[in-house]
């Protein structure tokens, strides 16, 4: 670590010393890391360091590196900087709180506090009922917090799959049907009447447990920006269920999701029954949406089921049904 961010994390946190210690992830083709930080002479034990910094050659995992490809890495972290510095939670969308930023040239540093100290010290890679419910109460308290904000500063559409990021995806798209659809999944989506601020990328791994499980907090908001709130919940749910499970218990999980967002939006003025109704059906749109970045993406991926592809031909046939009355 440079000299001068150590000054930084040591002036932000009033410390008087620091180690470095383990590397907590390194960053999406080589775009950096985040590391632990345990500090001396002040009131925190520890913080994390998500220091990003662009590098010469990319090395993608499947070797995608392109110039629109690192274009939108460089704005994910742009975005995700000015949502640290501009844009705040409160406890019941429990997000890191941010302690310093800089930024210079190729390299950019978020000074975070340290969750694992703050109580939310599980991780998990598989969950129970009680993890995923945990998960989904803080997307719908998230998602009330910033119903009708503007996402100024943000990803206009947020998700890193969406449509308008992802040409090259939807070039290799071998799947007709879809290819021919996908503007009118995202003319869908997107014209939602009802907009909040999404996470982007909601899935297990970005997320943090307490002891209990009761309780999570959420982090990496590179693909935070405007939309439906249903596209954090499909990818939540696509992340930690197989397809017989999300057949079984997708239902009874949205139940779940729709009375936490409606008890958590505040404002008087919204009809939580159009809210409601909207959503659900955008449900199947949402997850045919990600379907389609994931088709064109990884063609072998394990989320390319027999749950996504069902309800991939309900949108089909909604919009064919849809362009028929239009006539």
Same mark, same amino acid.
């Given at each position: 670590?440079?000299?001068?961010?150590?000054?930084?994390?040591?002036?932000?946190?009033?410390?008087?010393?620091?180690?470095? %210690?383990?590397?907590?992830?390194?960053?999406?083709?080589?775009?950096?890391?985040?590391?632990?930080?345990?500090?001396? +002479?002040?009131?925190?034990?520890?913080?994390?360091?998500?220091?990003?910094?662009?590098?010469?050659?990319?090395?993608?995992?499947?070797?995608?590196?392109?110039?629109?490809?690192?274009?939108?890495?460089?704005?994910?972290?742009?975005?995700?900087?000015?949502?640290?510095?501009?844009?705040?939670?409160?406890?019941?969308?429990?997000?890191?709180?941010?302690?310093?930023?800089?930024?210079?040239?190729?390299?950019?540093?978020?000074?975070? #506090?340290?969750?694992?100290?703050? $109580?939310?010290?599980?991780?998990?890679?598989?969950?129970?009922?009680?993890?995923?419910?945990?998960?989904?109460?803080?997307?719908?308290?998230?998602?009330?917090?910033?119903?009708?904000?503007?996402?100024?500063?943000?990803?206009?559409? %947020?998700?890193?799959?969406?449509?308008?990021?992802?040409?090259?995806?939807?070039?290799?798209?071998?799947?007709?049907?879809? =290819?021919?659809?996908? $503007?009118?999944?995202?003319?869908?989506?997107?014209?939602?009447?009802?907009?909040?601020?999404?996470?982007?990328?909601?899935?297990?791994?970005?997320?943090?447990?307490?002891?209990?499980?009761?309780?999570?907090?959420?982090?990496?908001?590179?693909?935070?920006? $405007?939309?439906?709130?249903?596209?954090?919940?499909?990818?939540?749910? %696509?992340?930690?269920?197989?397809?017989? #499970?999300?057949?079984?218990?997708?239902? +009874?999980?949205?139940?779940?999701?729709?009375?936490?967002? =409606?008890?958590?939006?505040?404002?008087?003025?919204?009809?939580? $029954?159009?809210?409601?109704?909207?959503?659900?059906?955008?449900?199947?749109?949402?997850?045919?949406?990600?379907?389609?970045?994931?088709?064109?993406?990884?063609?072998?991926?394990? =989320?390319?089921?027999?749950?996504?592809?069902?309800?991939? #031909?309900?949108?089909?046939?909604?919009?064919?049904?849809? =362009?028929?009355?239009?006539?």
């Amino acid at each position: 670590m440079k000299p001068e961010h150590q000054d930084l994390v040591l002036r932000a946190c009033s410390a008087s010393s620091l180690r470095v %210690g383990a590397t907590v992830q390194t960053l999406w083709s080589g775009y950096g890391e985040i590391v632990r930080l345990h500090l001396e +002479g002040c009131d925190r034990p520890s913080v994390v360091v998500k220091h990003v910094k662009f590098p010469e050659e990319a090395a993608h995992p499947g070797g995608r590196n392109t110039d629109r490809s690192h274009a939108r890495k460089v704005r994910s972290y742009q975005v995700e900087t000015h949502w640290y510095r501009n844009y705040h939670t409160d406890p019941s969308c429990r997000t890191p709180a941010c302690l310093a930023v800089c930024s210079h040239g190729d390299e950019m540093l978020i000074v975070l #506090e340290d969750l694992d100290a703050a $109580g939310y010290d599980q991780r998990w890679t598989s969950v129970k009922d009680r993890e995923i419910k945990a998960c989904l109460r803080w997307l719908a308290h998230f998602h009330a917090l910033f119903l009708g904000v503007p996402p100024e500063g943000l990803w206009p559409v %947020g998700t890193y799959w969406h449509l308008e990021t992802r040409p090259d995806e939807l070039e290799a798209l071998d799947h007709a049907e879809l =290819k021919a659809a996908a $503007g009118a999944i995202d003319e869908a989506l997107n014209g939602c009447v009802f907009k909040t601020v999404v996470h982007g990328d909601a899935k297990l791994a970005n997320f943090c447990f307490s002891r209990s499980g009761e309780d999570a907090a959420a982090v990496d908001f590179q693909y935070v920006g $405007g939309g439906c709130g249903m596209k954090d919940v499909v990818y939540f749910l %696509g992340s930690c269920m197989d397809e017989r #499970e999300c057949e079984k218990r997708v239902p +009874g999980l949205l139940d779940h999701y729709f009375t936490a967002l =409606k008890r958590s939006v505040k404002k008087k003025d919204v009809d939580l $029954g159009a809210l409601e109704r909207e959503w659900r059906e955008m449900f199947a749109f949402a997850w045919t949406d990600f379907h389609r970045f994931l088709l064109g993406w990884s063609p072998g991926h394990w =989320k390319i089921n027999r749950y996504s592809k069902q309800l991939t #031909e309900e949108v089909l046939l909604k919009l064919k049904q849809k =362009k028929q009355l239009s006539f």
